[in-house]
């Protein structure tokens, strides 16, 4: 695989989507639903990591891109953030926008050449899980690091390519490190709603690396964040689950300082 880890969109009525946007608009209520149920993972586990590797957000502009329904901007302009926005497809957003930020339907492919950011530059740019469906990884990441005021930081999530790899292993009956290794896209139906099924490229680490590089950011801070005790003392099935696909990594991108 080359670093071009896009990932398109498939319904299971065998209608081909050749981008994630149609798909997420019929997913989108689906995801927002179990994002919010108790124990979802991304309440218990992700969530709350990326909540603290973003730190204070007092007085700091943010930009939100595939911010589903702009529940997570909401929180952080609650937190003291200002001038924020948040780009997502699927355009399904909570209402009234919270104060203090736009929420505007669009690709995150191209940040910079949406009418409502061009010009914008902001502190904070975050792609939650969402990363996976810009259109050239690399272009994209170059765009969200122009964007970036002076000591500003992207953060960055991404699923951890090894539960790709073991799910596909358990599917076909074959080895974790075949799987992690295979340049096939993989499809699956997601657990949201099993009507729809996403189509991924597979990625290793060193893709997801290579793609920081050649965007010219450095990694300051990663995690690979767990359930804490208590959550999997309450809720055996998710520690169950986190065994097996080990879950999400996150990174902070800073950009690399030019050559003198
Ligand atoms: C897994 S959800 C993550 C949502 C949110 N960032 C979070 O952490 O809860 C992925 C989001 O990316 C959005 N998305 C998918 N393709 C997109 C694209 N090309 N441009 C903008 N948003 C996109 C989806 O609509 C969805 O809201």
Same mark, same amino acid.
Not at 22 to 40: I, P
């Given at each position: 695989m080359t670093a071009h880890d896009r990932q398109s969109v498939a319904r299971? =009525?065998?209608?081909? #989507?050749?981008?994630?946007?149609?798909?997420? +608009? *019929?997913?989108? $209520?689906?995801? *927002? +639903?179990?994002?919010?149920? *108790?124990?979802? /993972?991304?309440?218990? #586990?992700?969530w709350p990591a990326e909540r603290d590797m973003l730190g204070d957000v007092s007085g700091r502009s943010i930009l939100d891109l595939g911010c589903g329904? %702009? %529940?997570? /901007? $909401? *929180?952080? /302009?609650? =937190? %003291?953030? #200002?001038?924020? $926005? %948040? #780009?997502?497809v699927a355009g399904n957003f909570i209402t009234p926008p919270p104060t203090g930020a736009e929420l505007i339907r669009g690709d995150l492919s191209d940040p910079e050449s949406l009418p409502e950011l061009r010009g914008r530059t902001f502190d904070r740019i975050l792609f939650l899980q969402s990363f996976g469906y810009a259109k050239d990884p690399v272009h994209t990441l170059r765009a969200a690091r122009s964007m970036l005021n002076r000591d500003g930081f992207i953060l960055l999530t991404r699923t951890q390519p090894i539960r790709y790899a073991v799910e596909r292993a358990e599917q076909n009956g074959t080895t974790v490190g075949e799987e992690y290794f295979s340049t096939a896209d993989y499809t699956y139906r997601t657990g949201w709603n099993d009507h729809i099924a996403l189509t991924k490229r597979t990625y290793t680490m060193s893709d997801l690396l290579n793609v920081f590089s050649a965007a010219g950011l450095w990694i300051e801070t990663a995690d690979e964040p767990r359930l804490s005790a208590e959550a999997a003392r309450r809720y055996p099935h998710k520690q169950a689950w986190m065994n097996k696909y080990l879950g999400i990594l996150i990174f902070k991108l800073r950009p690399l300082a030019p050559r003198s």
């Open positions: 299971t =009525d065998g209608d081909s #989507v050749p981008d994630s946007s149609r798909a997420w +608009q *019929e997913l989108t $209520a689906d995801y *927002e +639903q179990a994002r919010a149920r *108790e124990d979802s /993972l991304d309440r218990l #586990v992700e329904n %702009g %529940g997570k /901007l $909401a *929180e952080l /302009l609650r =937190d %003291g953030a #200002v001038d924020c $926005a %948040g #780009v997502d």
